[in-house]
């Protein structure tokens, strides 16, 4: 039970988790790439349009699997928004790559892609941007930018499932891209994670990869007549039970998605008014881009009003959280050259950024306490 009369997320059920989890063990196969595993690879590529979907135990692992792919070398640069979490870079940093750290946009929290060009050396590798709150990153200028200098662009979709940029879904403008089915994400399965491989050229290895460095999928499809250590890889694949819980969520999708939208318009329409009057801001979403109802956040006007705000709202059982830390302040990211001010506007959100309370089964009343709690803090 949590502490929190209104905790910050909560596991919710789509419906079907118990009775897929019980046919995976009838079907008599719970380990990795069972019939659940194919079935959310169908879904997953006839949805989003990608050539091909494979599930990880993590977003963390299938950024490794990116960085395997791309071959990064000791030396070779990525480029990524110190406002992310720590996997985003961390998969690259484990192949002796140097991370570029760029500052964000302050409206979307996106990274600048006006900053991009300028940080771009005959070193760099990778960029990796990260679509914050599963709002759209400039994927226009991005994608020139690193055609124009052979650059490959992963994008980190941990928040993004099913958001779209200009109409095309997230997850479908890099080589690869990752998911998160973290159990703070919209669809999930505890922990588990997908790479998208949107360029087919990495479609084998990454197969190979995903499985312990063997030709073990190639082996079951009858393409080889034995399976052997061809590659680097390691063990990237979830239990079938896993992916029976993931299917039932991702056939939810659109109950799932409709619920959040509800949740996060309810708090957008009962804070608008609070907001404008306390300086505080709302989430900003462009046009171009449809969000999935990630999150909701506010950015409050100073670390003091942030961290009262985070202490009211304790102090009612309701937990609200910040979010990420600048990475180039982290320990990590001193090492690697980071100092204060490198990046100001991921520095000054950072302090300043606060999540509510939002999973599907929030209820209006609920959240009605939330915003209650809100308005009532300085009267
Ligand atoms: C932007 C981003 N990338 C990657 C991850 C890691 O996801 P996972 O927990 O599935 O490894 C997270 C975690 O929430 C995240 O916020």
């Given at each position: 039970?949590?502490?929190?009369?209104?905790p910050?997320?909560?596991?919710?059920l789509?419906?079907?988790?118990?009775?897929?989890?019980?046919e995976a063990?009838?079907?008599?196969?719970?380990?990795?790439?069972?019939?659940?595993?194919?079935?959310?690879h169908?879904?997953?590529?006839?949805?989003?349009?990608?050539?091909?979907?494979?599930l990880?135990?993590?977003?963390?692992?299938?950024?490794?699997?990116?960085?395997?792919?791309?071959?990064?070398?000791?030396?070779?640069?990525?480029?990524?928004?110190s406002?992310?979490?720590?996997?985003?870079?961390?998969?690259?940093?484990?192949?002796?790559?140097?991370?570029?750290?760029?500052?964000?946009?302050?409206?979307?929290?996106n990274?600048?892609?006006?900053?991009?060009?300028?940080?771009?050396?005959?070193?760099?590798?990778?960029?990796?941007?990260?679509?914050?709150?599963?709002?759209?990153?400039?994927?226009d200028?991005?994608?020139?930018?690193?055609?124009?200098?052979?650059?490959?662009v992963?994008?980190?979709?941990?928040?993004?499932?099913?958001?779209k940029?200009?109409?095309k879904y997230?997850?479908?403008?890099?080589?690869?891209?990752?998911?998160?089915?973290?159990?703070t994400?919209?669809?999930?399965?505890?922990e588990?994670?997908?790479?998208?491989?949107?360029?087919?050229?990495?479609?084998?290895?990454?197969?190979?990869?995903?499985?312990k460095?063997?030709?073990?999928?190639?082996?079951?499809?009858?393409?080889?007549?034995?399976?052997?250590?061809?590659?680097?890889?390691?063990?990237y694949?979830?239990?079938?039970m896993?992916?029976a819980?993931?299917?039932?969520?991702?056939e939810?999708?659109?109950?799932?998605q409709?619920r959040r939208?509800?949740?996060?318009?309810?708090y957008?329409?009962?804070?608008?008014?609070?907001?404008?009057?306390?300086?505080?801001?709302?989430?900003?979403v462009?046009?171009?881009?449809?969000?999935?109802?990630?999150?909701?956040y506010?950015?409050?006007?100073?670390?003091?009003?942030?961290?009262?705000?985070?202490?009211?709202?304790?102090?009612?059982?309701?937990?609200?959280v910040?979010?990420?830390?600048?990475?180039?302040?982290?320990?990590?990211?001193?090492?690697?050259?980071?100092?204060?001010?490198?990046?100001?506007?991921?520095?000054?959100?950072?302090?300043?950024?606060?999540r509510?309370?939002?999973?599907?089964?929030?209820?209006?009343?609920?959240?009605?306490?939330?915003?209650a709690?809100?308005?009532?803090?300085?009267g």
């Amino acid at each position: 039970m949590s502490a929190y009369r209104i905790p910050f997320n909560k596991p919710c059920l789509a419906g079907n988790e118990f009775r897929y989890i019980a046919e995976a063990i009838e079907q008599g196969q719970i380990s990795g790439d069972g019939g659940f595993t194919q079935k959310c690879h169908a879904l997953l590529e006839q949805q989003l349009h990608v050539h091909k979907a494979l599930l990880t135990t993590s977003c963390t692992h299938a950024l490794e699997m990116a960085a395997l792919l791309l071959d990064i070398q000791p030396g070779d640069e990525v480029v990524v928004p110190s406002f992310t979490f720590v996997s985003t870079i961390n998969a690259f940093v484990l192949r002796d790559a140097r991370p570029v750290f760029i500052d964000i946009r302050p409206d979307t929290l996106n990274l600048d892609e006006t900053q991009l060009e300028r940080l771009i050396t005959p070193h760099t590798k990778a960029i990796v941007p990260v679509h914050y709150a599963g709002v759209g990153c400039e994927m226009d200028v991005i994608l020139d930018v690193a055609g124009r200098y052979g650059v490959a662009v992963v994008e980190d979709n941990a928040h993004g499932l099913f958001g779209k940029y200009k109409g095309k879904y997230l997850g479908t403008f890099g080589c690869l891209a990752t998911q998160s089915f973290h159990e703070t994400k919209n669809v999930t399965c505890g922990e588990g994670g997908a790479l998208l491989i949107n360029d087919p050229q990495y479609i084998e290895r990454a197969e190979i990869i995903r499985e312990k460095g063997t030709n073990r999928s190639r082996f079951f499809r009858g393409q080889v007549d034995k399976y052997t250590w061809v590659d680097l890889g390691s063990s990237y694949l979830p239990s079938d039970m896993l992916a029976a819980f993931l299917y039932a969520q991702l056939e939810a999708r659109e109950q799932i998605q409709a619920r959040r939208q509800r949740v996060w318009e309810y708090y957008y329409e009962h804070l608008q008014d609070w907001a404008k009057d306390h300086d505080v801001r709302l989430p900003i979403v462009p046009a171009h881009c449809e969000q999935p109802y990630h999150m909701f956040y506010l950015l409050m006007l100073s670390l003091e009003q942030r961290q009262a705000l985070i202490a009211h709202l304790k102090a009612r059982g309701i937990l609200s959280v910040f979010h990420y830390l600048p990475l180039h302040l982290s320990a990590m990211g001193q090492q690697f050259g980071g100092k204060e001010g490198d990046c100001p506007v991921t520095e000054d959100i950072s302090d300043r950024l606060l999540r509510l309370p939002f999973y599907n089964g929030l209820t209006e009343a609920d959240q009605s306490c939330v915003v209650a709690a809100i308005i009532e803090l300085d009267g």
